[in-house]
T-cell receptor, first 113, second 114 residues
């Protein structure tokens, strides 16, 4: 079964600095999708970035980028120029063929002014 | 373009009662998935509906059931509520035709069982 592991329950970053959140996953498949979702206190799960496993190029969305290491089954999220509004729970997720999405336990990110 | 909407936002029930949660998908989406998120944990998949049928189901008892309507909206029903059913229930919609397989989430319904 596919599992997603986030080993950092909490992370902290200074405003304007860079932080990296870690995620590893386990799958025997070669074709799948990986996602990072942000969940602020308002509870709404917001898509941050997605990566298609067959694409070797790392996805980038403005200040957010990923380091996708397929062989190592690692999918980390880098947030550059951190802003106060980035403070939230961040969930790494795995999906294949739009079936049940598997989530990690989450990392709580605090941004210090 | 309205996103995924859910109702109600909060709900308080007592053990043994039944509850119905509602979800309207994002415009253009035809698939609805439901997740349960316990406090401090990641979401757990309950089931997914497509073409008014349950397409896939997670490890949840039969007390959890659902329905999808012709307009793609969906309901989640939970019977014989237990204290452990207290959680945030998230609905996510997606388009079967989308190659990117991205699920977009609603704001959730917070259920408290007393």
């Amino acid at each position: 079964a596919q599992t997603v592991t986030q080993s950092q329950p909490e992370m902290s970053v200074q405003e304007a600095e860079t932080v990296t959140l870690s995620c590893t996953y386990d799958t025997s498949e070669s074709d799948y999708y990986l996602f990072w979702y942000k969940q602020p206190p308002s509870r709404q799960m917001i898509l941050v970035i997605r990566q298609e496993a067959y694409k070797q190029q790392n996805a980038t969305e403005n200040r957010f980028s990923v380091n996708f290491q397929k062989a190592a089954k690692s999918f980390s999220l880098k947030i550059s120029d951190s802003q106060l509004g980035d403070a939230a729970m961040y969930f790494c997720a795995y999906n294949r063929y739009n079936n049940d999405m598997r989530f990690g336990a989450g990392t709580r990110l605090t941004v210090k002014p | 373009d309205a996103g995924v909407t859910q109702s109600p936002t909060h709900l308080i029930k007592t053990r043994g009662q039944q509850v119905t949660l509602r979800c309207s998908p994002k415009s253009g989406h035809d698939t609805v998935s439901w997740y349960q998120q316990a406090l401090g944990q990641g979401p757990q998949f309950i089931f997914q509906y497509y073409e008014e049928e349950e397409r896939q189901r997670g490890n949840f008892p039969d007390r959890f059931s659902g329905h999808q309507f012709p307009n793609y909206s969906s309901e989640l029903n939970v019977n014989a509520l237990l204290l452990g059913d207290s959680a945030l229930y998230l609905c996510a919609s997606s388009a079967t035709s989308s190659p990117q397989e991205t699920q977009y989430f609603g704001p959730g319904t917070r259920l408290l069982v007393l």
